[in-house]
């Protein structure tokens, strides 16, 4: 008897284990890549849709544990953890607000990325089973991130701008735009 109960506790640690590894493998493949948000399902109602244009909504994890995220004409810049396959934003960061058109799907984008939950590699797609279970959200592997990791202020001073967000701060200022950072609570 002690020897079956043994050899289960065996097998159960070394399922354990192996899960932890998938998950470690996992994380190592969704880094560096862009994420292009290509499908929604949604549990209430229930329904499934295909994202128009899903090169406007891209995720990013960097590898310093921070998320470049294009929201349509936004940008934005979380942090994120991922750990047993769970991935959580912390969604406080530096963010543009452009209000990109009543088409837009640029809030519920963010929205829902901000929920986190469940990460897996399906076909070589990411899935994203959201943690308040109202849905999944899938992501299409767009090549390769290029990105320059950025660190941003400790507290006060000026704020730090990646690359591709100096480009659209010029062409907010070229329009006349402003350009504005929220914190969200």
């Not at 289960?8 to 590894?21: M, T, Y």
């Not at 607000?97 to 640029?106: I, M, R, V």
Request: hydrophobic residues 45%.
């Amino acid at each position: 008897m002690r020897r079956m109960v043994f050899t289960l506790l065996a097998a159960l640690c070394l399922l354990i284990g192996a899960g932890q590894v998938v998950w470690a493998q996992v994380g190592g493949e969704i880094v560096g890549i862009q994420w292009q948000w290509a499908q929604l399902t949604e549990t209430e109602p229930a329904s499934q849709s295909v994202v128009p244009d899903p090169e406007n909504y891209v995720l990013v994890l960097n590898p310093d544990d921070t998320a470049n995220i294009k929201a349509d004409c936004n940008m934005v810049m979380w942090t994120y953890s991922l750990e047993n396959g769970t991935l959580t934003f912390d969604t406080v960061g530096p963010s543009t607000l452009a209000f990109c058109g009543e088409e837009s799907s640029d809030q519920q984008f963010l929205e829902l990325l901000g929920k986190g939950g469940t990460v897996s590699l399906e076909d070589g797609r990411l899935v994203l089973e959201l943690s308040d279970g109202s849905g999944r959200m899938v992501f299409d592997n767009g090549g390769p991130a290029e990105t320059e990791l950025l660190e941003l202020p400790e507290s006060g001073g000026a704020v730090v701008v990646a690359p591709w967000a100096a480009t659209a701060l010029a062409g907010l200022a070229a329009l006349g735009g402003g350009l504005a950072l929220r914190r969200r609570k």
